[in-house]
């Protein structure tokens, strides 16, 4: 009797395949974790550890932040003030493409990074906002960042943390500053910055204000001057003094801007006013590490 072998339907190599799957699944995806912590600690200190935990946190927080920076928030019909501070002729088109931003907190630019010379020019004219002591602007370890120090505004009437106004990164030169919405808007619109991942509001604002935009760092000494302008929108909208006024006789009396914000009533504490005390931080340096 004739027996007839038949091949197998499939060569072994393909039994192997589930098996290989099975035990390269793990390897890739502790290749990719190992990979993207590293990116983490290299955005540098900020305001979430660098640490393991303080990893995990920024994932979970990265399912809920914006998908996408660059889209202004909505001004409800009973915002009051409709308008900002800034217009368009103290805020022209920033040249170039946007810089790369990565991270959340920290969050960092990683391309179009300032001069050493510029940056300085940078913190020199922030710190030069606290000698007037009309613009009733000190600074302080920032509430936010922790590891550089801010502007804060001695008689804020915007709830922000602590009455934070700003706080430049040394790593990057970028800042951090909150901003009346249509100010925000324009800043998106003529590309010198973007809103916050953070920035929705509700409960997120334990961690940042929801007006809270990142500005990128000056290239140029003129840039310095673009950038101061919107610090001083910034100034204007935590604590309502205008300190780009051009009459320097002219008294700078505090203009109540919010007479009716529903953003600001209400609104929770943030994170690191609970955590910390605001308005009870340390002295910084501008210069500090970021």
């Not at 399912?63 to 409709?82: D, G, V």
């Amino acid at each position: 009797m004739i027996t007839l072998t038949l091949p197998p339907l499939f060569p072994p190599i393909f039994h192997l395949l589930p098996t290989l799957l099975t035990l390269s699944l793990p390897l890739l995806s502790l290749h990719y974790i190992h990979t993207d912590y590293n990116r983490f600690l290299a955005l540098g200190p900020g305001g979430t550890p660098s640490t393991p935990l303080g990893y995990l946190k920024i994932k979970l927080l990265s399912l809920l932040s914006l998908r996408n920076p660059l889209r202004p928030q909505s001004i409800p019909a009973h915002f009051r003030p409709q308008k900002g501070y800034l217009a368009l002729a103290t805020l022209p088109l920033r040249s170039g493409p946007r810089p790369v931003v990565e991270g959340i907190a920290p969050q960092r630019q990683q391309t179009q990074r300032p001069s050493p010379t510029v940056y300085a020019q940078l913190t020199a004219a922030l710190r030069a906002l606290t000698t007037d002591p009309r613009n009733c602007v000190v600074e302080k370890k920032s509430l936010i960042e922790k590891h550089s120090s801010g502007l804060f505004a001695s008689t804020p009437i915007t709830r922000v943390c602590g009455g934070e106004i700003c706080h430049a990164h040394a790593v990057d030169g970028s800042l951090h500053m909150s901003l009346h919405p249509a100010d925000a808007a324009l800043v998106i619109e003529n590309g010198w910055g973007e809103r916050h991942p953070l920035a929705r509001g509700g409960w997120f604002r334990r961690f940042v204000p929801k007006e809270f935009m990142l500005v990128y760092a000056p290239r140029s000494e003129a840039e310095v001057d673009v950038v101061m302008s919107m610090v001083a929108a910034s100034v204007w909208w935590v604590s309502g003094m205008d300190v780009l006024v051009a009459d320097e006789g002219k008294g700078r009396d505090q203009k109540m801007v919010v007479e009716d914000l529903a953003s600001a009533k209400g609104a929770n504490e943030c994170w690191a006013c609970r955590m910390h005390g605001c308005g009870k931080g340390r002295v910084g340096k501008m210069m500090s590490e970021a």
